[in-house]
């Protein structure tokens, strides 16, 4: 009997994940396949006015790591990537659609996927449900818990985490709830591969030694409001300047409105330093290799760990002490990254600490497993004992910004309630009566409802 060829399909929705992909290529970390194909998915709120990663500069030169590039915009459309999924019982259909469309005949498929908790990787991996799966990570989340409880039947799937480096000795929380073994992809490949596109990324008309500031989108994902983030990166264009730097380069996101480059423009004049906005949609990785900024600042970029952890470059970060507090609910997915960032990165305003590398993994690893636990509790059990032992020990005026008191309360964790009433959470009588209490709490609420 022939054997069956492999086909692997490797899912990206950004070019930082695309030379993720084309550095675990180059290192050898996948195993030998017939067919290699790149499906690339525009994850953008409005994917027909924003760039197809296919178009980014840089992006030649990873296509020749693969057999064919494919667009799962176009194979869905018009649904987006973000919100579709398949119905259970037009599984079947849509894998032999898939199969006839991409030419894999009975090819044994294999799926390497981001973020898997949600779509398109969800999706793409609920269509091929006899696939082997593998996930990479390009950013900090790799290192809290997964935002879903993921579906047994994917998730027993799930071969292993590639992840980068970012902060060297710190494992993944990542999918250890399905005992999923992480790897790391070496950063000598990954940073190769960010010299090739930092090459053909075409002139850039900045100053070398400038400051570089990070712009993120925050208030489309509802975090801050227009106005808030607007002042935001005004903070960063005056704490750069308060630093001493004459020159900066402010990189914005790509969905950012243009207006907020002219406030802060407005705001460079009066200060009396010159700021260049970037209309180039590089990575930042390439202006650390063609400028070689003497700080790097951001909110809670992953690239602030890859300029210090890959580059060695001075970084710094602001707007952090907010965004701890505004995240909602306490499960949200970017409170891993912004913890880490603001645990690890010097504070951009405060004038005693010093910008510069970030500190060793081993000041976060319990910080890591008490908030990966608070947030999700009912996935990773085993963490309450490392909790525990975190909050009763390092609880203090500099770490309580990382938790929320009701959070805490809710879980029966160190910290939750003055130390004189800590017996209350272990006291069954109280704990019944509580119940009981907002049992008829509840039953009152209903009669006011429904008279």
């Known amino acids: ?9 490797f899912v990206a929705s950004t070019l930082y994940g695309a030379a993720t992909l084309a550095a675990a290529l180059d290192a050898d970390r996948f195993t030998p396949a017939d067919r290699r194909l790149l499906l690339l998915s525009n994850n953008a709120t409005t994917p027909e006015t924003t760039a197809s990663l296919d178009t980014m500069p840089g992006f030649e030169r990873l ?28 599984v079947p259909l849509w894998e032999r659609y898939l199969r006839l469309l991409w030419g894999l005949g009975d090819d044994q498929v294999e799926l390497i996927v981001e973020s898997i908790q949600v779509n398109p990787a969800l999706a793409i991996a609920q269509l091929f449900p ?12 790799s290192y ?22 970012l902060v060297p000795g710190l494992s993944p929380l990542l999918l250890t709830e399905f005992e999923v073994p992480a790897e790391t992809v070496p950063t000598d490949a990954f940073t190769k591969v960010l010299s090739e596109l930092a090459d053909v990324s075409g002139p850039l008309d900045v100053p ?16 801050l409001t227009p106005e808030e983030e607007e002042e935001l990166h005004v903070r960063m264009v005056r704490g750069a300047a308060g630093r001493g730097h004459r020159e900066i380069v402010f990189k914005p996101h790509p969905s950012a409105p243009a207006r907020w ?5 407005r705001e460079a004049e009066k200060l009396d330093v010159a700021l260049t906005v970037l209309d180039s949609p590089v990575l930042a990785e390439v202006l650390y290799q063609r400028m070689r900024p003497a700080l790097v600042v951001g909110c809670f970029s992953t690239a602030l760990l890859t300029a210090a952890t890959f580059y060695g470059l001075p970084v710094a970060r602001t707007g952090t002490d907010l965004l701890l507090e505004r ?22 305003e405060d004038t005693r600490e010093r910008p510069g590398t970030v500190a060793t993994a081993a000041s976060v690893e319990g910080l890591v497993a008490a908030v990966g636990y608070a947030m999700q509790h009912q996935i990773y059990p085993g963490l309450r004992p490392d909790a525990e032992r975190y909050l009763a020990t390092h609880l ?10 009701r959070r805490l309360t809710a879980l029966a964790l160190p910290g939750a309630i003055p130390s004189q009433l800590s017996f209350i959470p272990r006291n069954a009588t109280v704990r019944r009566v509580a119940r009981r209490a907002r049992a008829v709490q509840r039953r009152l609420k209903k009669r006011a409802v429904f008279g």
């Open 1 to 9: 009997m022939p054997t069956r060829a492999r086909t692997q399909i």
């Open 63 to 90: 296509r020749g790591r693969f057999d064919r590039v494919l667009s799962w915009n176009e194979t869905i459309s018009p649904f987006h990537p973000g919100g579709w999924s398949p119905r259970a019982d037009d």
């Open 130 to 141: 006899d696939a082997p799966v593998e996930v990479y990570a390009d950013g900090l989340m």
């Open 144 to 165: 809290g818990p997964t935002r879903n409880k993921l579906d047994p039947l994917v998730g027993t799937r799930i071969g292993r985490l590639l992840h980068l480096d």
């Open 208 to 223: 070398e030694g400038g400051a570089l500031l990070l712009g993120q989108y925050l208030s489309a994902l509802g975090i």
């Open 261 to 265: 480059s002219r406030l802060l423009e």
């Open 327 to 348: 995240l909602t609910p306490y499960q949200n997915s970017n409170r891993i990254p912004v913890t880490l960032v603001d645990a690890l990165v010097p504070d951009l």
């Open 396 to 405: 203090d005026a500099r770490t309580w910004r990382y938790f929320k008191r």
